[in-house]
Each structure stands twice: as structure tokens, then as C-alpha cells.
């Protein structure tokens, strides 16, 4: 017991120099949230600077892995941390971003509200009364009186009619589509989070619209976000601006399926080729991004040569080959040594070369007599 009061003497002592000199010496508890200024970002660790002199450092699995992770961070932001252990022997405050990410998704969605900021929100499934989102990893709601009706009409016009079972089905359509909204209404403690769609597309607006597109000229190459896919082409948003890269404009080999190339949501370059001034909509392309492979395929691969390539499709007349990226070649049936299989790596002969045309004739057939 002696020992014991001897420490609590010396401690307090401590603490009344400490107060004299106005020392302030900040103490963390396990568990606790600190937000700290980021110093240093690297692979396996984060430093931050969490005032009263202290520094903390986040590595290995406490820098979790979602899109709220450390590799999203720079020098200079602020960030939120839990407490591990209030010292390690290199005297850093040990951190997680892992063991507070619920904290932190809220902290983004609450600046988001007080700020008015815009958010990128993916459609889950209907509900009664509105839609359910993912926002920022956690779980939103969008009343159905603040959806842009104008933007959805042709999706929904069934909305303001029927059954709740009818109005279920005609809002499928949306599942799996991105929102931009508005947060309305934040409430952590009750997991409480209200989106409005309308709210946010008033920066998208007619007059929004018109304003961009006034600025955007066929040349351009843009950034935007994959809205929907159809058999004919990809629809893209542009900051409000709508666009629809064709099918023959995705790539320079034969596309069947835009599905295979891009999903809803995913962020796309695009080049502009035409502006249609009465819908307001563009004519895009992502394949005049690349090189064309078709201009200088009879200086690269003249008749004759020996090509290795991957069976990329069979069809009833034969199988196509991708040589390189954009550039396939056909073996007929009749220049085939044997079956082929897709994802079958091959060699052939160049039969036949024609860039006007974009046709490439090869034979394994003509490479195992010569073999």
C-alpha cells in the first residue's frame, strides 16, 4: 500500500508541474476517436498528426480496404482514427482507419449535408415508399417524392399508378443505376439517411445542360460515368450532358456485347465525334483513343507471316483470332489443320491482308505443310 500511495504522489506532482509551466499533455484511451492531419502516406502506413504534440501511424490491416482506405488519402487531408494503444516503442500513438470505418463513412455523409455536396448513390432495391442505396458504404433511402420523375419517365411511367406490387416491378428498372444526390436528413445515432435526388439535379437542370453543351466541342475528350447499356451502345453521362458511344465506336475489333466491356456506374474516357444541338446529346467514341490497328496492319504483318495469337470466338465458318489488342484475324474453316477452342492459343500464316477492308486471312493449315 505504501508503494502504491508513493506513485500517486509522484504522479500528481507531475501533473502540478505539468499545470504550472501550462504544459498540456493529451491522454488516448483505447477505443477512442482522435481526426489528425495526414503527415505521410506510403503502402504499409499512414502518419497523422493528431495534435498536442502527438503523432499516430495506421499500418498494415488497420488501414482497411474500402473505398474509404488510405489509398485515397494524401499529405495535408484530414482523417479519422480509432485509438489501438496510446503508445508503441517508437512513442507513436498506435491508429485504425479498419476499426472505425462506420464512423468515418457518417463523418463524410454529415460534411457532405452541411456542405451541400453532391454524392454518386447505386441503386439497391425498392421499398416502400422510395428506393434503398448504397451511399458511401452505408445504407440510404431516397423517397420516392424526391426522384427525378423527369429524368426516369421513360423507366417509370407507371409511377404515380397502381399496386405497390406494380409499383415495385416498373422501379427495377433502377437497380444496379447510379443516383447523384443531396443528403436531406443525417442521423448516426438512429442509422438514419435521407437522400434526395431532386435537390441535386437542379445543378442539372435545362439550363445546366445547355450551358455545358455550349462549351463542348466534337474533339473533345471527356470523362464521364457508364448510365446504361443496350445491345446497340453505351449511354454515358457527362456532368448532365447525355452521350451514347455506339457499338462500333468501343472498340476496333468486332464487339457483340457491350456488357463485356464496361458496367453501369464505371467511369469512361470518351472522344467527341457530333453534337446533335436539338436533343442535347452527343455521338462519343472510346476507340479513337487508341491506335488504330488496321492502318499499318500490311507494314506489320504482310503475307506470309508467322502470327501467334488466342482464339477468341468461333463462329460456323471458322475462328477469330486476336493478333493484338483491336486486331483479329479470321481461320477459315477450310485453312484450319484441326478443331479450335476459344482461349486456345495458336500460330498461323497471313493468307491475306486488307487494312480498306479491316480483313485478316490466316491458315494453320498452310503453317503445318510448311512445317
Same mark, same amino acid.
Given at each position: 500500500m505504501a508503494n502504491a500511495k508513493k506513485v500517486h504522489t509522484e504522479s500528481s506532482v507531475m501533473d502540478q508541474l505539468l499545470e504550472e509551466h501550462g504544459i498540456q499533455v493529451k491522454q488516448f484511451h483505447p477505443g477512442e476517436l482522435v481526426e489528425g492531419v495526414v503527415i505521410s502516406v506510403s503502402h504499409e502506413q499512414v502518419l497523422l498528426d493528431i495534435g498536442a504534440k502527438a503523432e499516430g501511424v495506421v499500418s498494415g490491416s488497420e488501414l482497411g480496404d474500402s473505398i474509404l482506405s488510405a489509398r485515397n488519402l494524401e499529405p495535408g487531408d484530414t482523417a479519422l482514427a480509432a485509438v489501438v494503444q496510446p503508445e508503441n516503442s517508437q512513442g507513436y500513438v498506435v491508429l485504425s482507419f479498419k476499426r472505425c470505418e462506420k464512423d468515418r463513412q457518417w463523418k463524410i455523409v454529415e460534411d457532405a449535408f452541411e456542405n451541400e455536396i453532391v454524392l454518386d448513390v447505386k441503386v439497391q432495391e425498392y421499398n416502400k415508399g422510395g428506393l434503398l442505396v448504397d451511399c458511401m458504404g452505408l445504407r440510404g433511402f431516397v423517397p420516392l417524392s424526391h426522384l427525378d420523375r423527369v429524368h426516369f419517365a421513360e423507366d417509370i411511367a407507371k409511377f404515380a399508378a397502381g399496386s405497390e406490387a406494380e409499383l415495385k416491378e416498373s422501379l427495377k428498372v433502377l437497380e444496379g443505376k447510379e443516383l447523384k444526390v443531396k443528403v436531406i436528413e443525417v442521423d448516426m445515432d438512429k442509422n438514419r439517411l435521407v437522400l434526395s435526388e431532386k435537390e441535386a439535379t437542379r445543378?442539372?437542370?435545362?439550363?445546366?445542360?445547355? #450551358? /455545358?453543351? =455550349?462549351?463542348?466541342?466534337?474533339?473533345?475528350?471527356?470523362?464521364?460515368?457508364?448510365?446504361?447499356?443496350?445491345?446497340?451502345?453505351?449511354f454515358v453521362d457527362l456532368e448532365g450532358v447525355e452521350g451514347l458511344v455506339h457499338i462500333s465506336e468501343i472498340a476496333w475489333e468486332k464487339v457483340n456485347n457491350p456488357g463485356n466491356y464496361y458496367k453501369v456506374g #464505371? /467511369?469512361? =474516357?470518351?472522344?467527341v465525334l457530333g453534337i446533335d444541338e436539338d436533343s442535347g446529346k452527343l455521338a462519343l467514341s472510346v476507340k479513337r483513343l487508341i491506335p488504330n490497328p488496321w492502318e499499318d496492319v500490311q507494314e506489320k504483318y504482310p503475307v506470309g507471316t508467322k502470327i501467334t495469337g488466342t482464339v477468341s470466338r468461333i463462329v460456323p465458318f471458322g475462328a477469330f483470332v486476336t493478333v493484338e489488342q483491336g486486331l483479329e484475324g479470321l481461320i477459315h474453316v477450310s485453312e484450319a489443320s484441326g478443331p479450335l477452342e476459344a482461349g486456345e492459343e495458336v500460330e498461323a500464316i497471313v493468307t491475306l491482308v486488307d487494312s480498306d477492308n479491316q480483313k485478316l486471312a490466316l491458315s494453320t493449315r498452310l503453317l503445318e505443310k510448311m512445317s
Open positions: 445543378a442539372y437542370s435545362d439550363e445546366a445542360r445547355q #450551358e /455545358k453543351l =455550349e462549351k463542348i466541342e466534337v474533339g473533345d475528350i471527356l470523362t464521364g460515368i457508364v448510365t446504361g447499356l443496350m445491345p446497340f451502345g453505351i #464505371e /467511369k469512361i =474516357e470518351v472522344k
